[in-house]
């Protein structure tokens, strides 16, 4: 009890110090439970589902039959149909399979509420035994009726207050009635499969977004295993299987192959994700070394003046042991405040910390990760604990009889060379992402997207275009437009071939008016605009891929129907760190999904009157 009470009395009387000390170590705390805390977290994707590794996501790609060769990348997104398929023919290898479609992004309204930043997928019957999701209320097999959905627990209270939502309903902007059916637990943010609720996947006698058997390859194929199936033998089944439904051609140099991929080793087999996970840790580490030698520094800078008090302490019986430990005590004080301190950044910037990190902190802080922030404490704790405490315990008890000096100060410059080290390693990161982030501002999207704004929903294509032309009609808008996707993300996907009959990549192709690149601000550098339906544009990537040295304009492009025009600058729907894909954009009457509108200045006075005219429409 005594070291207890000397530690308080210490760190009452070196007041100045510990704010520094608790001002470094709360800041360091700060950033290391966060960066490693979301490491953690990224590294237990896909972990959350019972006997996670036999959950596999059925790919597809392309390879040479004579030589091997495999094209480049893969599928993830296949056909429909699969799911049904393999259940009954490779019963021996899966114990079930379900399909998936979540390309689509309606409006959710209750009792004419919009609700935001939900998300939900179409799905079969089988989804919830694939992967093993327990269903609390309701049958699933009630899946197979149009209009019926499964909630999850937490939009149950945050959309239902916590009430029985079976019964209650919701509609898909304001056209499809939808009704709850049952309940299913929750799943974590950590997968990729995490949604507020879903919806049957049949329409009218077959799947939503009309896919078939080589037609609209948009869907994911999840199976369960068998226990001990191997991933080779699975594949050369689904090979076999497919060769069923979807056979190769026999004049083909190429053919498909199929791949099913464990579930927990998608997330992190995306090089950008090891990257960003690499960064987030050696930035993590840096800045928490940094403040436990900032903490060790300063405690060792005092030691010239409470060397008299600690050689009173050893005239008056004190051993190096009790020492050693007041020191401990004293530290585990100063964590304290820190940590405390720590929690009140964390909680008081709750939103800007969730933004930056795009996961909630419920989600990041469960009790299967806890021992992440409490490890990080604990090493603290003793790093920051041990060394000055060592060096305080070894201090002779004559000292109380002189000045205390220490010639040997070669050890305190290696310390505080390490801490400059560490210093300027932190400062560098943070110059080169200052860099990087001015970079990724300023860098050219292959759009001009001042007065940009873009908006989805879905109705029948003459419903689209005297949408698209009541908007033209408004004062504040310049131009509009309309397509299938927006311009950022994902598009419709299919295999982009060669001359040889080799798939060299997944092309991307959007259907949109013939106005949507004078909308959208993307730059004709060979041929001209889109003037009749089934005109097409390609871009930059895909000139390059199928190295057409004489020019694309007049040519076909695989079995796309239709004729390109033109070729336009590339433009960047996918990250900066992803490679450009090749894109396709094809005239089209029938684009009724996404509406883009170029307003006049000023942007954001137009905008807030846009929206004030289609809320009246």
């Known amino acids: 009890m005594k070291q207890i009470y000397y530690a308080i009395q210490s760190t009452l009387h070196g007041r100045g110090s510990n704010v520094t000390k608790v001002i470094s170590l709360s800041l360091g705390l700060t950033i290391g439970v966060l960066l490693f805390s979301q490491i953690a977290f990224e590294l237990n994707?896909?972990?959350?589902?019972?006997?996670?590794?036999?959950?596999?996501?059925?790919?597809?790609?392309?390879?040479?039959?004579?030589?091997?060769?495999?094209?480049?990348?893969?599928?993830?997104?296949?056909?429909?149909?699969?799911?049904?398929?393999?259940?009954?023919?490779?019963?021996?290898?899966?114990?079930?399979?379900?399909?998936?479609?979540?390309?689509?992004?309606?409006?959710?309204?209750?009792d004419g509420h919009k609700l935001k930043d939900v998300n939900y997928a179409y799905v079969d019957t089988c989804y919830f035994r694939t992967f093993g999701i327990k269903v609390l209320k309701g049958n699933p097999e009630e899946l197979q009726r149009a209009g019926s959905i499964f909630v999850s627990e937490t939009f149950v209270r945050d959309?239902?207050?916590?009430?029985?939502?079976?019964?209650?309903?919701?509609?898909?902007?304001?056209?499809?009635?939808?009704?709850?059916?049952?309940?299913?637990?929750?799943?974590?943010?950590?997968?990729?499969?995490?949604?507020?609720?879903?919806?049957?996947?049949?329409?009218?006698?077959?799947?939503?977004?009309?896919?078939?058997?080589?037609?609209?390859?948009?869907?994911?194929?999840?199976?369960?295993?068998?226990?001990?199936?191997?991933?080779?033998?699975?594949?050369?089944?689904?090979?076999?299987?497919?060769?069923?439904?979807?056979?190769?051609?026999?004049?083909?140099?190429?053919?498909?192959f199929y791949d099913a991929q464990p579930l927990p080793e998608i997330h992190l087999d995306d090089s950008n994700t090891r990257t960003r996970l690499y960064i987030y840790g050696f930035l993590g580490f840096a800045i928490f070394f940094v403040a436990i030698m900032n903490y060790v520094l300063v405690a060792i800078a005092t030691m010239s003046r409470r060397a008299k008090s600690i050689g009173v302490h050893k005239c008056s019986g004190a051993s190096a042991i009790n020492i050693f430990s007041m020191f401990l005590f004293e530290t585990g004080i100063v964590v304290l405040m820190s940590?405390?301190?720590?929690?009140?950044?964390?909680?008081?910037?709750?939103?800007?910390?969730?933004?930056?990190?795009?996961?909630?902190?419920?989600?990041?802080?469960?009790?299967?990760?806890?021992?992440?922030?409490?490890?990080?404490?604990?090493?603290?704790?003793?790093?920051?604990?041990?060394?000055?405490?060592?060096?305080?315990?070894?201090?002779?008890?004559?000292?109380?009889?002189?000045?205390?000096?220490?010639?040997?100060?070669?050890?305190?410059r290696s310390l505080l060379f390490v801490q400059f080290m560490g210093v300027s390693f932190v400062m560098g990161i943070l110059l080169v992402s200052l860099m990087q982030y001015h970079h990724l501002i300023n860098s050219d999207m292959g759009i001009r997207t001042p007065g940009l704004v873009e908006a989805e929903t879905w109705m029948s294509p003459e419903e689209a275009e005297n949408m698209v032309n009541d908007l033209r009609r408004q004062p504040m808008v310049e131009n509009a437009t309309r397509s299938m996707h927006g311009v950022l993300g994902e598009y419709w996907t299919r295999g982009l071939i060669d001359n040889s009959g080799k798939r060299i990549e997944t092309l991307m192709y959007n259907p949109c008016d013939k106005n949507y690149a004078e909308t959208m601000g993307i730059t004709i550098i060979e041929g001209k605009d889109m003037q009749n339906e089934g005109d097409v544009l390609v871009n930059e990537e895909v000139v390059r891929l199928m190295k057409w040295t004489d020019g694309a304009v007049g040519k076909k492009l695989n079995d796309i129907q239709g004729t390109i025009v033109g070729v336009f600058r590339d433009v960047r729907n996918y990250s900066f760190f992803s490679t450009q894909a090749p894109i396709v954009l094809i005239g089209s009457e029938n684009a009724n999904h996404v509406f883009d509108v170029r307003l006049k200045e000023p942007y954001d006075e137009n905008l807030k009157r846009l929206n004030e005219f289609a809320d009246k429409t």
């Open 159 to 256: 959309v239902f207050g916590g009430q029985d939502p079976v019964g209650q309903k919701l509609s898909l902007d304001k056209q499809h009635e939808l009704t709850v059916r049952g309940v299913y637990q929750d799943t974590p943010e950590n997968t990729a499969y995490h949604f507020d609720f879903v919806a049957p996947i049949y329409a009218g006698g077959g799947y939503i977004g009309g896919g078939t058997w080589g037609r609209n390859d948009i869907y994911y194929t999840i199976l369960r295993l068998r226990d001990g199936v191997d991933r080779e033998e699975i594949n050369r089944q689904i090979y076999k299987a497919m060769q069923k439904y979807y056979p190769d051609s026999a004049d083909d140099e190429w053919r498909n």
């Open 45 to 110: 994707y896909e972990k959350c589902y019972p006997d996670a590794d036999r959950l596999v996501l059925v790919r597809g790609g392309g390879e040479n039959v004579k030589t091997g060769e495999k094209g480049e990348g893969y599928d993830d997104s296949l056909f429909a149909p699969m799911a049904e398929a393999f259940r009954s023919d490779l019963s021996q290898w899966i114990e079930n399979a379900t399909v998936i479609f979540n390309f689509e992004t309606l409006n959710v309204f209750k």
């Open 339 to 412: 940590v405390i301190v720590a929690l009140f950044i964390i909680f008081n910037t709750k939103d800007l910390i969730e933004d930056l990190l795009s996961v909630q902190l419920s989600s990041l802080f469960t009790l299967e990760t806890l021992w992440v922030p409490m490890l990080i404490v604990f090493v603290l704790f003793i790093v920051a604990g041990v060394l000055p405490g060592r060096l305080f315990s070894r201090i002779p008890v004559t000292q109380v009889f002189r000045r205390y000096t220490d010639g040997k100060k070669g050890w305190k």
